[in-house]
């Protein structure tokens, strides 16, 4: 029994003996075969560099071989032209004695003619007849003459331009070689490139500050700025608004109690600021569209004894490369006006975005560096007032230059009663009392109406409730007998509530599409 269990034992080791040998055997093939392959690669890398050599040998000879070939065509070249030449020679010397022969046989046939006449003098037309043969006989001649007298003038002007060749090489070689004269030279060309310089500096100096103190910058779309062209045109307007008194910053501005307040204070330190010629803060106004953010700007500027400065953010994109020149010319203009002046940007966030974004161009980039550069420190000539809806789009630089920041609500019931009153009594009630235009109001209770409203138009903006009572006045004159009724006005609030969902959906539905999508299609496209 004990035998016959150790031999499967002992046939467990010649195996794995025998496995062992075939893996060696089988590395040994394997790093066989990549000698081989190194050896096969190092060969074909040999042949390669070999490869290389043999044509960059044969472009040199190629190269060779024709320059050799574009020396023999140039001097072939050179011989033909020198053989033209003697050949011109030799037929230009064998015309002219052609010519003087010719002209020595017409001399003589002139002669003979002449002397048949004086043998013949009394023949009827032998005159005319002799003139005539002697005109054919001649007009060879005449040609060659004429000819000749063309290779003349033509050699005579060819020694004129070598000769002045010679002399011009002659009196530049004198020139260079006097060390005074080119010394005088130079300093009178770089004094004359030095006024040239300076004249072109000096109009453009001079262009700058005529267009900074007359001109108006293109980006700015409305200004109180009297400018010299505007108080020549209208001196008596440009008279009342330098004589007029400082307003109310809130006149016309219907605010909520805290808005109004903090806006107020920032309106009474904005004069004082002008008073002692003191800095100028910077402000940020954001909200929804409509609530009064242009409106307050411009009060302020009057309130405080400043020009204002509207410009938009979207007009800056546009422009491209001219957008970095544009802004220069906009602070430029602004810090020469001696009253001050209130630079109020609409919709900031057109241009002054995150530089980080990819959407952003590198011109428009090249403009916000502008922009920042000209606002990095506050200024005594100038306030910036920015004016924006969505503010989380501002480049972080832009933030860090705001001083204040006031943010505009839509109105509340109280403040929207008091704006349909406002403007009811602006487009409605006067015109209706005055009676100089067609307009008339039916009789209700006014006040309720308007208390009625304003409960209705929630969530409505200042601008919106201003439409509104433009609206009415419209259906007014519309209307046969030009009488504003109740009903007339409920009919208009109803299409405005109705008007001002579905702009509300659409900003909805925009929140809500992915960032890079197509908007849908109305269902009459879509069909």
Known sequence: MCPKARLPHSSAGHAKEALSLAQMQEQTLQLEQQSKLKEYEAAVEQLKSEQIRVQAEERR??????????????????????????????????LNEENLRKQEESVQKQEAMRRGRAVRP???????????????????????????????RRQTILESIRTAGTLFGEGFRGFVTDWDKVTATVAGLTLLAVGIYSAKNATLVAGRYIEARLGKPSLVRETSRISLLEALRH????????????????????????????????????????KNHSLYRNVLMYGPPGTGKTLFAKKLALHSGMDYAIMTGGDVAPMGRDGVTAVHKV????????????????????FLRKRATEKISEDLRATLNAFLHRTGQHSSKFMLVLASNQPEQ???????????????????????????????DKYVLKPATEGKQRLKLAQFDYGKKCSEIARLTEGMSGREISQLAVA????????????????????????????????????????????GSQPPLPSAQAE
Do not use: C
């Not at 020198?82 to 011109?88: F, T």
């Not at 008194?245 to 002008?274: F, M, W």
């Open 61 to 94: 000879k190629t190269l060779s071989e024709e320059t050799r070939q574009h020396q023999a065509r140039a001097q072939y070249q050179d011989k033909l032209a020198r053989q033209r030449y003697d050949d011109q020679l030799r037929q230009q010397q064998l």
């Open 122 to 152: 009394g023949t009827p037309g032998h005159e005319a007849r002799a003139r005539a043969r002697a005109e054919r006989e001649n007009a060879d001649i005449i040609r060659e003459q004429i000819r000749l007298r063309a290779a003349e």
């Open 235 to 274: 001196p008596l307007q440009v008279s009342r608004r330098l004589l007029s008194k400082p307003q109310d910053a809130l006149e016309g501005v219907v605010l909520s109690p805290s808005l109004e307040a903090r806006v107020r204070d920032i309106a009474i330190a904005t004069r004082n600021t002008k």
């Open 331 to 350: 602070f430029d203009w602004a810090s020469t006006s001696r009253r001050g002046l209130l630079l109020f940007v609409d919709e900031a966030d057109a």
């Open 394 to 424: 501002f480049d972080w630089a832009i933030n860090d230059r705001i001083d204040e920041m006031v943010s505009f609500e839509l109105p509340q019931r109280e403040e929207r009663e008091r704006l349909v009153r406002m403007y009811f």
């Open 472 to 515: 009415w006045q419209a259906m007014a004159y519309a209307s046969e007998d030009g009488v504003l009724t109740e009903a007339m006005m409920d009919a208009r609030v109803q299409d405005a509530i109705q008007q001002h969902r579905q702009k509300m959906q659409w900003v909805k539905a925009e929140r809500a599409r992915p960032e």
